[in-house]
């Protein structure tokens, strides 16, 4: 619970992280320290956005850069 914060200059190229919300609440995924975080289902660049990963779901981000960064889920909403 509580969500996740995904900071700049800590991944390197090629990183990738899976997050796992294994909580029955969706969880907050706050990007806004990276330059770009496109979104995998739209390219939108969603860094700024709220991002909330849904119950019981999973979604991996794979780093272009340290600052830049691509998100695919099964249960992402951006608003």
């Known amino acids: 619970t509580g969500g ?3 900071p700049a200059s ?3 190229a090629g990183a ?4 796992l919300n294994d909580s029955a ?4 995924v706050t ?4 330059t770009y975080l496109w979104n995998g289902a739209d390219g939108v660049n969603i860094k700024a956005s709220t991002i909330a990963l849904g119950a019981r779901s999973m979604a ?4 272009e850069s340290a ?3 691509y998100i695919q889920g099964s249960a992402i909403t951006v608003s």
């Open 16 to 19: 990738t992280v899976t997050l």
């Open 25 to 28: 609440s969706a969880q907050n």
């Open 60 to 63: 991996t981000i794979w780093f």
């Open 31 to 34: 990007a806004s320290a990276l």
């Open 10 to 12: 800590v991944f390197y």
């Open 4 to 6: 996740w914060t995904v």
């Open 67 to 69: 600052s830049v960064g």
